[in-house]
């Protein structure tokens, strides 16, 4: 596979510019591949394949679709282990986390998709009206860095299962999983143009495509600063834009629920790929009598997720993708100290490695919700704990933030935990320890975006509505 190619209209190409761009090991520092610098000229030569490919496949049955899904399932499945490598090697991710959850979670996706397809064309009748479901057209898929595989996959396969045809624009990051993708997705058989790839910088790519008039709708991943420059940029020409975006999720812990039970599934939420994940828990809310105890325990569950080097079988937290995302999780946790919170690492008493971006597990007591390292997405594995008052009080705090992506609550009563939950504004809520399912919707509210993704919701989120008035005597 060479690094250097866009994939557009079934074929790999040269980029229209020359230069390159360098993809770096965020463990070794040292250069792993090298991409294109991607150009304006890719991308209008990318979006003029996916119009011309859009009649035909958007006039193909939903079966003929799931054909395709299911080679690619097929293909990542039996692929798992090279997508694994290629992930750990772009984002430092320890191996078996890159084969169990970097490779597993679009294998669950697709099955969910799959069986979206039987609603992908169905016609509803209301009266003398016929509703018809229909593709949005050319989607313009924005991914980032973190679930480099899984998020091109989620937009991809929805899209392809509602009709559309698809440019993707890879963080350029982690691009090296997305240059396989494309690789699985040419050796299918995939029609050409229905699928195209163009890497390169955000800053040239992303606005090339979310202004560009050939594209009907942006599926966009990221930060909510960059989603909103998203949207701007595609307000010019009215298209929809779909954006999956940060979050600052609370975990509430109830005056009746197991403190510790509850503690140690926060922490592992809160460390998933080494803090690198929208939906994690980040604000550990608990009453304020359990407030020393939480901290001393989840410190003590921290220490027991060492950090060190992916290749390591007995590292379970990798680096973080760059410098400045290490340089900007330390700089809050220095602030921290500085403001006098009380800040704990959860140590396993080993050295970090002497290169890499590399940032231990850190508790941080904060006394005040509405402080910077309890309001802003750190991206690190930094879990803020919080104490809170009565259930009103936490309640407020669970919601005094711009984000509103995921949220937990915990109570020895589910039915009371399921009432509080119902009262967070948030996309979604784990109750318990309830965990994700790849058939539900999956979107926020706030400033963690707009759209719904995975199953039928994401495949519907790629299609529009038609109604057709006919006469009561019509039984087509």
């Known amino acids: 596979m060479d690094t250097r190619m866009i994939y557009v209209g079934g074929q790999w190409r040269p980029s229209a510019d020359e230069q390159t761009l360098s993809v770096r090991s965020p463990v070794t520092e040292h250069e792993v591949a090298r991409i294109p610098h991607g150009a304006v ?3 209008d030569a990318a979006v003029a394949a996916a119009r011309a490919a859009l009649p035909a496949w958007s006039a193909t049955a939903p079966q003929e679709r799931g054909r395709y899904l299911r080679r690619l399932r097929s293909e990542l499945a039996a692929s798992r282990d090279a997508y694994a490598a290629a992930i750990s090697a772009e984002m430092g991710a320890p191996l078996e986390f890159a084969r169990l959850v970097q490779t597993g979670l679009p294998l669950r996706a697709l099955g969910g998709f799959l069986d979206a397809l039987n609603d992908a064309e169905r016609t509803d009748r209301l009266g003398d009206t016929l509703v018809l479901r229909e593709p949005i057209g050319v989607v313009a898929a924005i991914t980032p860095f973190n679930y480099p595989l899984n998020q091109a996959v989620v937009k991809l396969a929805a899209a392809l299962a509602a009709g559309c045809t698809v440019v993707l624009k890879p963080s350029e990051q982690t691009p090296l999983s997305a240059l396989m993708l494309a690789e699985t997705l040419h050796g299918i058989g995939l029609p050409p143009g229905v699928f195209n790839m ?17 594209v009907d709708m942006v599926s ?12 701007a940029q595609a307000a010019g020409t009215v298209k929809k834009v779909s954006l999956e975006l940060g979050g600052k999720s609370a975990f509430v812990v109830l005056p009746d629920a197991d403190l510790e ?96 971006y590399f940032v231990r597990p850190t508790v941080v007591e904060v006394q005040d919700p509405d402080s910077p390292i309890a309001q802003e997405e750190l991206f690190g594995p930094v879990l803020c704990v919080i104490p809170y008052d009565d259930e009103d009080h936490a309640l407020t705090i669970a919601n005094g933030t711009r984000y509103g992506l995921a949220g937990a609550v915990w109570s020895a009563d589910e ?28 979107g926020g509210r706030g400033q963690s975006g707009v759209g719904y993704e995975m199953g039928r919701y994401g495949v519907a989120d790629f299609q529009v509505y038609k109604s057709v008035n006919v006469s009561a005597m019509y039984e087509g």
Not at 198 to 214: K, N, T
Not at 416 to 438: E, I, K, L
Request: hydrophobic letters at 45%; one cysteine or more.
């Open 198 to 214: 163009v890497a390169g910088l955000g800053s040239i790519v992303g606005p090339a495509l979310a202004g560009h008039s050939g």
């Open 261 to 356: 039970a509850a503690v140690a599934d926060c922490v592992a939420s809160c460390l998933l790929n080494s803090g690198q994940t929208c939906t994690a828990t980040t604000r550990l809310l608990v009453p304020r009598a359990s407030l020393d105890a939480a901290v001393q325990y989840a410190a003590e569950v921290m220490a027991g997720y060492p950090v060190g080097d992916p290749a390591d079988p007995g590292a379970q937290l990798g680096p973080l993708v760059s410098a400045a995302a290490r340089d900007s999780v330390l700089a809050h946790l220095e602030a921290a100290r500085a403001a006098g919170m009380r800040v704990v690492e959860g140590s396993d008493g080993k050295d970090l490695p002497s290169t890499g």
């Open 415 to 442: 039915h009371r935990a399921v009432a509080f939950a119902r009262r967070m504004r948030t996309g979604r809520v784990d109750v318990n320890g309830g965990r994700f399912d790849a058939a539900a919707p999956f």
């Open 41 to 43: 000229a890719d991308v």
């Open 220 to 231: 966009f991943t990221g930060s909510t600063a960059v989603g909103s420059r998203i949207a």
